[in-house]
Nanobody, 116 residues
Framework: QVQFVESGGGLVQPGGSLRLSCAAA????????MGWYRQRPGEQRALVAE???????KYVDSVEGRFAISRDSAKNTVYLQMNSLKPDDTAVYYC??????????WGQGTQVTVSS
C-alpha cells in the first residue's frame, strides 16, 4: 500500500522556486504532524520542515525564510514551497510523519536539482 506520493521536483537555477506536493494516506495525514525530509548525495535523510495538524510550522535554520510548508486537509496533501533555491538544496525530497514516529514505508521521493 502506497503511503506517500511526492511530486513537483525538477531542475531549477539558483534563486529559482519550486513547489513540492505530497499526497498521503488519509489515516496518516489526518492525525499527524507532517514533515518534509531531504536526502543529499552521500548524506542521511534529514527533516527540514514540519507542520502540525493545527498548522504550526517549524524549519531548520538552513531553509528558514526560504521554504514554506502547508497542508490541505481536503486533499490529504502537504506542500513545500521552496524559494531562493541554492545548489545546497539539491536532494531527493520526501514527506512522512515528522520525527521519530515516521512511517517505515517511504515514498519514492522527488528529485530537486539546483544548478546553473
Amino acid at each position: 500500500q502506497v503511503q506517500f506520493v511526492e511530486s513537483g521536483g525538477g531542475l531549477v537555477q539558483p534563486g529559482g522556486s519550486l513547489r513540492l506536493s505530497c499526497a498521503a494516506a488519509v489515516y496518516i495525514f489526518s492525525t499527524s504532524t507532517m514533515g518534509w525530509y531531504r536526502q543529499r548525495p552521500g548524506e542521511q535523510r534529514a527533516l527540514v520542515a514540519e507542520i502540525t495538524v493545527s498548522g504550526n510550522t517549524k524549519y531548520v535554520d538552513s531553509v528558514e525564510g526560504r521554504f514554506a510548508i502547508s497542508r490541505d486537509s481536503a486533499k490529504n496533501t502537504v506542500y513545500l514551497q521552496m524559494n531562493s533555491l541554492k545548489p545546497d538544496d539539491t536532494a531527493v525530497y520526501y514527506c512522512n510523519r515528522a520525527g521519530k514516529y515516521f512511517v517505515a514505508s517511504w515514498g519514492q521521493g522527488t528529485q530537486v536539482t539546483v544548478s546553473s
